[in-house]
């Protein structure tokens, strides 16, 4: 299983990024998918995720309002459209794939996570 994450970079406080995770060698349809990321000297920490057939979604507090999630089944591709850019988002980003019931307390938890796949760095200047 490879998770491809894609379109970190810099950006100046109140831009935009739309990262992109491109998965393989998984059923990708059966798999609720999301983001974490962390903070140079900081724990890891969930941003989003979203169900199976896109019905559901959960969001950090901390990116509600700002921050979305959605998939395209047909091209295996997750992504996460980040708007408001702050400098406190700066981090790197991973994606997550996931078979378990989508429930927020188990992304809370992230432990239980099938699949990561290598971070994209988000440098969001002031």
């Known amino acids: 299983v490879q998770l491809q994450a894609s379109g970190g970079g810099l950006v100046q406080a109140g831009g935009f990024l739309r990262l992109s995770c491109a998965a393989s060698?998984?059923?990708?349809?059966?798999?609720?998918m999301g983001w974490f990321r962390q903070a140079p000297g900081k724990e890891r920490e969930f941003v989003a995720a979203?169900?199976?057939?896109?019905?559901?979604?959960y969001y950090a507090d901390s990116v509600k309002g700002r921050f979305s999630i959605f998939r395209d089944n047909a091209k295996n591709t997750v992504y996460l459209q980040m708007n408001s850019l702050k400098p406190e988002d700066t981090a790197d980003y991973y994606c997550?794939?996931?078979?378990?019931?989508?429930?927020?307390?188990?992304?809370?938890?992230?432990?239980?996570?099938?699949?990561w796949g290598k971070g994209t760095l988000v440098t969001v200047s002031s």
């Open positions: 997550v794939a996931d078979n378990g019931a989508f429930l927020m307390r188990r992304w809370a938890d992230a432990k239980d996570m099938d699949y």
């Open positions: 060698g998984l059923t990708f349809s059966s798999y609720c």
């Open positions: 979203i169900s199976w057939a896109a019905g559901n979604t």
